[in-house]
């Protein structure tokens, strides 16, 4: 009776080299996954103070220079001091991390009233927000034209 090929001198170094070449293969793979993937996701760009860029909030889009992400909602609550104002980001290019945004208050006819700046926690699941904080009454809010500044 002829022995199982796994017992034989053979087919135990052509299982061992099977073996070796999927481990090799693994490894380039998860190679892959680090570089192209997972690293672009945690090298959030932070904020260049000298060449700010700015879109309307109503009209910005899915923004390239933070990945994709995209401003979804925004809400204006009343608060006894401050009035809160709080923006829903979807987060299209599932990055990590913490980077810095600001918000500017313009009236219609652009005469500046306030700004306000915040960490925004960046994270590959669920809804990403930041609340603002700002003194302007909730009319003068809603009424005046807001820019998010990157």
């Not at 693994?26 to 700015?54: C, G, H, K, T, Y």
């Not at 306030?114 to 960046?122: F, I, Q, S, V």
Request: proline letters at 3%.
């Amino acid at each position: 009776m002829k022995r199982p090929w796994l017992l034989t001198q053979d087919g135990q170094r052509t299982s061992l080299w099977i073996a070796n070449v999927l481990s090799v293969t693994a490894l380039v793979a998860l190679w892959i996954q680090l570089s192209f993937v997972e690293a672009p996701r945690q090298n959030v760009s932070q904020i260049d103070r000298s060449n700010l860029s700015e879109c309307l909030l109503e009209e910005c889009g899915r923004i390239s220079e933070l990945g994709g992400l995209e401003p979804e909602s925004m809400k204006v609550t009343q608060g006894e001091f401050v009035n809160t104002i709080r923006i829903e980001f979807v987060n299209h290019g599932r990055l990590v991390g913490e980077r810095e945004i600001w918000l500017e208050l313009r009236d219609q006819s652009g005469k500046w009233l306030e700004a306000g700046r915040t960490k925004l926690e960046l994270s590959p699941k669920g809804k990403t927000f930041v609340e603002f904080g700002f003194v302007q009454n909730v009319s003068a809010i809603e009424a005046g034209v807001l820019k998010l500044q990157y």
